[in-house]
């Protein structure tokens, strides 16, 4: 039986650069599609977010996702980053949810999880696996890369429920 393709875009938040990451998951097989960084100016929070939600709706106008999956906010020492990224995070959301896609989100941890096999995974060993598992011949950025192991991630999440969890 074939099963109809999903793509899934995920989302690395931050509030002076946000990762992204398109991939279309079909038959438990995985295809990059694209990804980048919506890099921010140092101007106030709330022109950053505005920006975050204008982006990430031309993304997913442009490439038409049905999911979106997003890393939730990780313990952080400074309590102002932590609100910074989870503003980040809403604004994102937001827009995924304006334009009716399904949101997953997941801890940093259960993303490494998937994509490299241990939640203490470095950045290059994440960026390393993403180029792996998505046969891609350039490394992407360290944001790229994780907004494509969010994606990674909740394709995996999908195909195998307990996978993520």
């Given at each position: 039986m074939?099963?109809?393709t999903m793509?899934?875009?995920?989302?690395?938040?931050?509030s002076?650069?946000t990762?992204?990451g398109v991939?279309?998951?079909s038959?438990s097989e995985?295809?990059?599609?694209c990804?980048?960084?919506?890099?921010l100016?140092?101007?106030d929070?709330?022109?950053?977010?505005?920006i975050i939600?204008q982006?990430v709706?031309?993304?997913?106008?442009?490439?038409?996702?049905?999911?979106?999956?997003i890393e939730?906010?990780?313990f952080?020492?400074?309590p102002?980053?932590?609100?910074?990224?989870?503003?980040?995070?809403?604004?994102?959301i937001?827009?995924?949810?304006?334009?009716g896609?399904?949101?997953g989100?997941?801890?940093p941890?259960?993303?490494?999880?998937?994509?490299?096999?241990?939640?203490s995974?470095?950045?290059?060993q994440v960026?390393?696996m993403v180029?792996h598992?998505?046969s891609?011949?350039?490394k992407?950025?360290?944001?790229?890369?994780?907004a494509?192991?969010?994606s990674?991630?909740?394709?995996h999440?999908?195909?195998?429920?307990s996978?993520?969890?």
């Amino acid at each position: 039986m074939h099963k109809k393709t999903m793509r899934v875009l995920g989302i690395d938040p931050g509030s002076r650069r946000t990762g992204y990451g398109v991939c279309d998951f079909s038959n438990s097989e995985i295809q990059y599609v694209c990804s980048g960084v919506i890099k921010l100016p140092s101007s106030d929070i709330p022109n950053r977010l505005k920006i975050i939600f204008q982006e990430v709706t031309q993304i997913i106008e442009t490439y038409k996702p049905t999911h979106m999956a997003i890393e939730e906010v990780f313990f952080a020492k400074d309590p102002r980053a932590a609100l910074k990224l989870g503003q980040a995070r809403g604004a994102a959301i937001v827009a995924g949810t304006m334009l009716g896609l399904s949101i997953g989100e997941y801890s940093p941890k259960r993303v490494k999880q998937a994509v490299v096999g241990t939640g203490s995974a470095d950045k290059n060993q994440v960026q390393m696996m993403v180029m792996h598992l998505l046969s891609l011949t350039g490394k992407p950025s360290e944001d790229a890369a994780d907004a494509l192991a969010v994606s990674i991630c909740h394709c995996h999440s999908i195909a195998n429920q307990s996978l993520c969890r």
